[in-house]
């Protein structure tokens, strides 16, 4: 067995429950832009770059202006509709007395991602919080797992990345390091299944067991 020293987590649908705020935030918007969606069609653009998202429904001169009325949204209201999953504080804190190396590598943009974290009281237990940039800079997965893994607290470190969707499997993919899927995130019916991962937990409870059994401190040896 692997043993890793760093863990990258996505944050909607790993560490909270943001479908709420995110699903009422995408339909107020695109409601401005007489887009109607149902929730179940909304529920895809959990966890994607929100251009992408915007991009599926709307010409290109109008994603930047819905992602930007999108943020404003949910910062007023999105993050008072959330939740921390049940079993996350404690394996942040068990992740943290072991020594573990933690970060947070998300599509939501930098700013809203290290809110939602202190709002939540989550932030002291991440090492390096990397979200997306307000422009098209910083946009993708992949980008923002790679500036995680430059980060200086990652040098050395055998790293695994944790998420709920495929963006965040294909990120890991593309950076060279193995994944571990959340069954009880927001991806669709076979969407883990069908991607290249170490392991699929079932819940938070079932992904602290297995990142105890695989994960060492920084300064330990690898078996």
Not at 60 to 66: L, N, P, S, Y
Not at 105 to 119: D, P
Not at 182 to 200: D, I, K, N, S
């Amino acid at each position: 067995m692997k043993q890793y020293q760093a863990v990258l987590f996505d944050l909607d649908g790993t560490l909270v429950d943001t479908q709420r705020g995110i699903i009422f935030c995408f339909e107020q918007t695109f409601a401005q832009f007489g887009v109607a969606l149902g929730e179940n069609q909304l529920k895809r653009y959990l966890g994607p770059p929100l251009r992408e998202s915007f991009g599926e429904h709307l010409p290109q001169d109008m994603v930047e202006q819905a992602v930007e009325k999108y943020r404003a949204l949910y910062d007023r209201c999105g993050i008072e509709q959330a939740q921390v999953f049940d079993g996350v504080l404690p394996m942040l804190k068990a992740l943290k007395e072991r020594g573990i190396v933690t970060a947070v590598a998300t599509s939501k943009m930098h700013e809203v991602a290290q809110k939602v974290l202190e709002y939540f009281h989550l932030s002291e237990y991440f090492d390096v919080i990397q979200g997306a940039s307000r422009d098209s800079s910083l946009d993708t997965k992949t980008a923002v797992m790679q500036r995680v893994l430059e980060h200086p607290a990652l040098k050395g470190c055998r790293a695994v990345m944790v998420g709920d969707r495929e963006h965040d499997l294909t990120g890991a993919a593309n950076c060279g390091i193995d994944a571990v899927g959340c069954m009880y995130g927001y991806a669709q019916p076979g969407e883990l299944e069908a991607g290249e991962t170490v392991y699929l937990a079932d819940t938070p409870q079932d992904l602290t067991k297995w990142l105890m059994q695989s994960c060492l401190s920084k300064g330990a040896s690898y078996e």
